[in-house]
């Protein structure tokens, strides 16, 4: 079965500090990773993708298939980074398998 | 451009109350997508169009869920006889063709059935 599990409800650190929000998936294949974020009274948009292995926003995340996660990582988070991040997987088709999100809040 | 747009933003209905939401994806998008998204979840798959043919449906929780997407630009999500439990967020994605284009999500309908 396709799955993405996050973990974590919620995550609050303070600014500047370090963030990892996890990831793990369960296919039985090659899919490809997402992490979509959507800001406070914004819609859903994409924030990074496995394939393209760029760095957005400060955001970094490696899909690590022996472990089947993809978490995403930024060294020094930001007070604007405060949103709800969405792991997705997609695999054999087009659409998208979404983990349950997870809430970052970032204090000053 | 504008980006993907939904309408109603909001919709209350009764028990029982059929409901249609509206999506308009990206002028020349090629797929479009829905998924429902119920309260402290993430969003879930319903159903893909690639134009105007239906290519999964396989999301779709029941019988009474039905789309389409008659001209393959403007698509349309009907719930009928609605239930309390299809109380979410229903979000429409639009994409080019071809599986590495991203999705664009639009701002979503709230559909509270009471």
């Known amino acids: 079965a396709q799955r993405v599990t996050q973990p974590e409800k919620l995550l609050s650190v303070f600014k500047g500090a370090p963030v990892e929000l996890k990831c793990n998936y369960s296919?039985?294949?090659?899919?490809?990773l997402f992490w979509y974020v959507q800001y406070s009274r914004q819609r859903l948009q994409l924030l990074l993708r496995h394939i393209s292995r760029e760095s957005i926003k400060g955001f970094t995340a490696d899909l690590n298939k022996g472990e089947t996660s993809f978490h995403l990582k930024k060294p020094f988070a930001q007070e604007e980074d405060s949103a709800m991040y969405y792991c997705a997987l997609r695999g054999n088709t087009d659409k998208l398998i979404f983990g349950t999100g997870t809430r970052l809040q970032v204090f000053p | 451009g504008a980006g993907v747009s939904q309408s109603p933003r909001y919709k209350v209905a009764k028990r029982g109350q059929d409901v249609a939401l509206r999506c308009d994806p990206i002028?020349?998008?090629?797929?479009l997508f829905w998924y429902q998204q119920a309260l402290g979840q993430g969003p879930e798959f319903l159903t893909y169009?690639?134009?105007?043919?239906?290519?999964?449906k396989s999301g779709l929780p029941s019988d009474r869920f039905f789309a389409e997407r008659p001209e393959g630009s403007v698509s349309t999500l009907k719930i009928q006889r609605t239930q309390q439990e299809d109380s979410a967020v229903y979000l429409c994605?639009?994409?080019?063709?071809?599986?590495?284009?991203?999705?664009?999500f639009g701002p979503g309908t709230r559909l509270t059935v009471l």
């Open positions: 002028s020349g998008h090629v797929s």
């Open positions: 296919y039985s294949g090659s899919p490809e």
């Open positions: 169009f690639q134009n105007e043919a239906q290519l999964d």
């Open positions: 994605a639009s994409s080019l063709s071809g599986r590495n284009n991203e999705q664009f």
